[in-house]
């Protein structure tokens, strides 16, 4: 059934169908451009405008008034000093790296899993992916609830005879982040594992089926049917996670606001407090470009070396 | 297939009868997977995974049902009775009818527009000219990568110009515009690999554009439509940062804003905070569990490149 679903997937068309025509269509069927007009104005005044006017106020001094004064790479080198937003830097990156890694990784192993022929597989797919419906701003709070000492984690620890692992999970700066990366795996993992789960049934059986032929065991099928043939999901799970935890603010912002000291503040989140909480929009203007910037070239890296894996079934 | 004689064609799978419910997908999916014998053990494996996993969630709903004194008392227990006082206060204090009756009517609004400007968008793109259509589809991808955060002052101050702010409406404009780089990538996916027969036959027929649109185009467009609806409308009643900046301390504000807030003022009343989240989560939980297959795919099969 979910083999039939997902061929229908729009996106597993394999043989694009050809307009009857072919080649050059006639004016009679090239459609007017004015059905473009409604789109481009929301997105022009929504995306395209305010990013290019944010782009141009994070080299001025603009703090709401009307004058805004022209002042280069100020804010910049003023960033570069500023001990939050180096420390915000590092921590966003840390945060993308580390949750790419881990959530694509158990994302694939829980696919695997539940793509076998399981009789709880629909079951537990379907509960695996229900976090990903709750409010990010929700998820937070529960696991702000989860970590508060004595709380719901440590009591697990200490009833399995654990509690020597019982930390401060949020209030200790080593460990909070990493605490707060833990809650966003559980709160995400359900994306990668739909994600590899559509990728596994798009790959013929046939292709199993010759390799069992060949005498190639369990583990050998992985290796050269399964694997190769999972790199667009791949590219996919990673390209998703990696652009949106390097956004990560909901849950940081509920969770810890950025402290103990600077230990989990993001860039989004010092953009947010500069620009928002104390009015310095030029400077957090600039926080947003370069989130902006590393966002693209991770994206640009990231793609170019995943869709080098990539192979067509 | 038939004739061929695999390895996994075991006595007990080949040449019987299909259970009832059972499809020829699900007999290949179990012919596929590794000897019958390993699964009872990745059942078993999988019930302590599960366990952990859906914990935090047991622990949202089983703390909106204890008193305050419990919780200080028990973290994890389930609660001692069904103690409900939580819930009618949490609805009364946070205005949380209020905020539902603004997020249903935002989230609407946005998609239904989102959907008609966007189709249309799809439309023209996918149906223009082929040389241009390239440069168009990349214009609203380049979207996908900036992220909300640079122009988020600049809107800001747009709202404030226009007097939008604290108003649906802000937020209307903010979703149908953020969602325009996935909503057209999907709708012109999709119609490339549809065949423009109908539109054309219509077209020689002497319907209009907006004739061949509203008629032939949109409803063959309807399961992408379908793709287009659950991945923008969770993503829209769910979102947090922009509601808060727009609507934050009006009676306009959406319900992860109202949660928010109410968190903010009973900071240490769990009782009362989870009963609030709870009441939240559960439209959005409810509309998943009877929707899951078209969720779960939409998800997995819609985003791709």
């Known amino acids: ?55 141009y106020y994070s080299f001025t001094d603009w703090k709401g008034g009307a004058a805004a004064s022209w002042t280069g790479l100020e804010n910049f080198q003023r960033l570069i000093e500023d001990e939050a937003a180096v420390a915000s830097l590092r921590n966003t990156l840390l945060i993308a790296i580390t949750l790419t890694l881990v959530q694509t990784f158990l994302g694939l192993l829980l696919a695997l899993a539940l793509n076998t022929a399981i009789r709880s597989r629909n079951l537990l797919r379907t509960l695996f992916f229900a976090p990903m419906m709750l409010p990010p701003i929700i998820t937070g709070l529960l696991w702000q609830y989860i970590y ?43 994306m990668s594992m739909v994600i590899y789960l559509a990728g596994l049934q798009r790959i013929p059986e046939e292709l199993y089926e010759a390799a069992a032929l060949d005498g190639a ?35 940081v912002f509920v969770m810890t606001g950025g402290g ?10 010092i953009m947010y407090k500069e620009a928002f909480v104390y009015g310095n929009y030029g400077y957090g203007s600039a926080i947003a470009l370069i989130l902006t910037m590393i966002v693209a070239f991770i994206v640009y890296l990231q793609m170019s070396v995943t869709r080098r894996g990539e192979v067509e079934a | ?75 994890v227990a389930p609660p001692e009775g069904l103690y409900t006082e939580n819930y009618a206060t949490a609805w009364t204090e946070a205005d949380l009818g209020r905020a539902m009756a603004n997020s249903v009517i935002i989230t609407v609004l946005s998609i239904s527009l989102a959907v008609l400007v966007g189709s249309m968008a799809g439309y023209a793109i996918a149906r223009g000219a082929r040389r241009t259509s390239g440069p168009k589809l990349m214009l609203f991808l380049l979207g996908l990568m900036i992220p909300g955060q640079l122009g ?42 549809q065949s ?69 003022e009973f900071a240490s009343e769990w009782g009362l905070i989870f009963a609030g989240m709870v009441i939240a989560a559960l439209p959005i939980l409810v509309v998943y569990f009877f929707l899951q297959r078209h969720v779960i795919r939409g998800f997995g099969g819609g985003l791709k490149g």
């Open chain 1, 1 to 55: 059934m979910t083999v039939e679903l997902a061929r229908r997937g729009i996106g597993l068309r394999r043989s694009p169908v050809r307009g009857s025509t072919g080649g050059r269509r006639g004016r009679l069927h090239l459609v007017p451009q004015w059905f473009l007009i409604p789109a481009l104005i929301f997105y022009g005044v929504v995306v395209l405008y305010p990013s290019i006017s944010g782009a």
């Open chain 1, 148 to 190: 508060v000492p004595g709380g719901p984690l440590d009591t697990v620890l200490s009833t399995l005879g654990l509690s020597g692992l019982s930390q401060s999970w949020l209030g200790d700066s080593d460990i909070a982040l990493w605490s707060i990366i833990g809650s966003v795996i559980w709160h995400h993992v359900g």
């Open chain 1, 217 to 251: 065991g369990a583990v050998r099928r992985f290796w050269s049917v399964t694997r190769p043939l999972l790199g667009q999901a791949t590219t996919i799970a990673t390209a998703l996670t990696m652009t949106a935890s390097l956004k990560l603010f909901d849950q």
């Open chain 1, 260 to 269: 103990p000291g600077v230990s989990t503040q993001t860039l989004s989140l």
């Open chain 2, 196 to 264: 423009s027969t109908y539109e054309e036959a219509a077209r020689i027929d002497g319907a209009s554009w907006w004739q061949t649109y509203a008629r032939v185009v949109f409803p063959l467009l309807r399961p992408v439509t379908g793709t287009v609806i659950i991945v923008n409308a969770i993503n829209t009643w769910n979102d947090f940062l922009t509601p808060l900046l727009y609507l934050a301390g009006t009676p306009n504000r959406t319900l992860p804003v109202a949660v928010f807030s109410f968190q903010g």
């Open chain 2, 1 to 75: 297939m038939s004739g061929t004689l695999s390895r996994h064609d075991t006595p007990a799978t080949r040449g019987r009868p299909r259970r009832p419910g059972r499809t020829a997908a699900d007999d290949r999916r179990a012919r596929r997977s590794r000897p019958r014998y390993g699964m009872p053990l990745l059942e078993f494996a999988m019930i302590p995974i599960t366990v952990a996993y859906l914990f935090p969630l047991y622990v949202m709903v089983a703390m909106s049902f204890k008193t305050t004194a419990e919780i200080g008392t028990s973290t």
């Open chain 2, 152 to 193: 988020m002052v600049p809107l800001y101050m747009l709202m404030r110009d226009l007097g939008l702010l604290q108003s649906h409406a802000s937020l209307i404009i903010f979703y149908v515009g953020s969602l325009m780089p996935l909503t057209v990538f999907l709708y012109v996916g999709f119609l490339k690999t």
